[in-house]
């Protein structure tokens, strides 16, 4: 493997990891990850909002397929941007078996935001999946190996089949995934394959590096499953806790809630840290381990280091809208982030059943009026499952989509309750609110973990804001 960093800068949401906060990390030597998530649709916003400093048009401009890059720009860039309020123009959803179109613009949404992460220096860079998102995974990482992507991380899921797949678009081989389909069991199997040679007119004449795969995971009996039966190597891994900002795994057994509503964890869901040293593997400890004090104790329990996340999240290079992470600093400031209520772990926020954890701040979806004003509607799909019916066809189901259309399509209503549109909420975090047909403008949901509480540290005497550069050197203890 290439040089092990200390720290992993989490890959975080839609766009708040994004290639910005990435290079900043790389830049001062440690992993800048960027998130791989729904990067089709930042791409789109970023050119419909007239693409300032020319950025994606620059990465595009080193695209292996200049056809496809071209196709891009004349679908989608908008010279000065749309006006304020006008609705942006979508990718299309995510499917099992994708079109060539949609295939094209992940692969090269992957490429932009990895070879704007890793522009001009020779830091390393990686990027962040969710297992959950099968349709759009493949697709993209394709896409971050054409652009030289150093590591690959995922979680949320059982990445299995992953590192065979790094394997296969080394040499540009077509490569497929099996679909988890929800529901009762069938017979069906359904697989989604990407093939390069098929989606690019041209691709490049050589071998493409092979990036080093992370699985993110909260149990050594995963860990060792990994190690075991990966269609290909595994070369690490973050072990993620439950205090870790974004979607945590759910408690061991059947789900128990406090008073306030939070799952009830307990040492069962603690992953063994001995079984894990044992499986002989580079692993990072994540989950509140920010502080100079979590890293040094994360090197003594015998990890490389830490993966942090929460702190990043809230620093100038974040993709964070600006008025959101400054009304969130300022709460900070004005000691309104109090431990144990500025975080809440939402056991049904996310269409995904698993507990997301919510920042609580007046004005996004944490209030529920805000998110009551919300019409549901299901437009961008990154979270559908998959089912197959009982005539064979495939159905996609979100439990946060209009509820109706749920049920008609064999979902349960109780999982619809109090869910939230994430793929929506996700992209106003960053600044790319859609404005819905009936004008409806999509509100933010922030996610952050327990360790917001402790964000002052990086903020000097006088000071508003912070860099990346400030969170490194605070926690190398420089
Ligand atoms: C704003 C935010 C968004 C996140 N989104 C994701 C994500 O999309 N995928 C993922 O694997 N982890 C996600 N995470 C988890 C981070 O990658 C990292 O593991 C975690 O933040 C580490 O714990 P900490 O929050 O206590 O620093 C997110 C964390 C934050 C704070």
């Known amino acids: 493997m290439m040089s092990t960093p200390l720290i992993i800068q989490g890959g975080m949401g839609v ?15 440690e992993l800048g990850v960027v998130s791989g998530t729904a990067l089709n649709s930042v791409m789109v916003r970023r ?48 499917s099992v078996s994708p079109t060539r179109t949609l295939q094209r613009l992940n692969i090269a949404a992957g490429f932009v935001e990895v070879w704007l ?9 990686g990027i962040n999946f969710l297992e959950k998102l099968q349709t759009s995974n493949l697709a993209a990482t394709y896409g971050a190996m054409l652009a030289g992507v150093d590591y690959m991380l995922m979680g949320a899921g059982v990445p299995r089949e992953i590192p065979g797949v790094l394997d296969r678009f080394v040499e540009h081989e077509d490569a ?15 697989f989604t394959t990407v093939s390069p040679r098929e989606a690019l007119n041209t691709i490049p004449k050589s071998s493409l590096k092979r990036p080093a795969f992370l699985a993110i995971i909260s149990s050594s009996t995963l860990a060792s499953h990994l190690v075991k039966k990966s269609t290909g190597s595994v070369e690490g891994f973050v072990i993620e806790g439950v205090l870790a900002g974004g ?9 128990k809630l406090t008073d306030r509503g939070e799952p009830i964890y307990s ?20 989950g509140s381990y920010g502080s100079p004090e979590k890293l040094v104790q994360a090197i003594e329990l015998g990890a490389s280091g830490i993966q942090v996340g929460t702190a990043f999240a809230f620093c100038e290079e974040s993709g964070v809208a600006p008025k959101l992470r400054e009304a969130v600093i300022d709460r900070i400031l004005h000691g309104d982030i109090v431990e144990g ?3 809440f772990t939402d056991p049904h926020a996310s269409p995904t059943g698993f507990p997301f954890k919510v920042v609580q701040l007046p004005g996004t979806q944490s209030e529920r009026s805000v998110y009551e004003e919300r019409p549901r509607k299901c437009d961008l799909g990154y979270l559908r499952q998959v089912a197959v019916r009982d005539d064979g066809a495939i159905v996609y189901l979100c439990a946060s989509e209009p509820v109706e259309d749920y049920v008609r399509k064999g979902g349960k209503i109780e999982d619809t309750v109090d869910r939230k549109c994430l793929c929506n909420a996700l992209l106003s975090n960053v600044g790319l609110a859609q404005t819905q047909e009936d004008g409806y403008v999509e509100q933010p949901l922030l996610t952050a973990g327990d360790d917001l509480v402790h964000v002052g540290q990086f903020l000097r005497p006088g000071q508003t804001s912070y860099r990346a550069r400030d969170v490194l050197a605070h926690l190398k203890g420089q």
Do not use: C
């Not at 056809?67 to 309020?85: D, Q, R, W």
């Not at 992460?117 to 860079?125: D, L, Q, R, S, T």
């Not at 497929?176 to 359904?190: L, N």
């Not at 040492?267 to 994540?286: M, Q, S, T, V, Y």
């Open 15 to 29: 766009g708040v990891s994004d290639w910005r906060l990435a290079r900043a990390v790389s830049l001062e030597g």
């Open 47 to 94: 050119l419909q909002n007239g693409d300032p400093g020319g950025h994606v048009q620059r990465a595009l401009s080193h695209f292996v397929d200049s056809t496809v890059a071209s196709e891009i720009l004349a679908t989608y860039y908008v010279e000065g941007g749309i006006p304020t309020g006008a609705r942006f123009k979508r990718s299309p959803v995510p």
């Open 117 to 125: 992460a890793k522009e001009g220096h020779n830091g390393i860079v």
């Open 176 to 190: 497929s995934i099996r679909i988890a389909v929800s529901g009762t069991p069938g017979t069906t199997e359904v």
């Open 247 to 255: 979607h945590n795994a759910p408690p061991r057994g059947p789900m």
């Open 267 to 286: 040492h069962k869901d603690e992953a063994d840290l001995a079984e894990i040293r044992a499986l002989g593997l580079p692993f990072w400890l994540a």
């Open 341 to 343: 209520e500025a975080v």
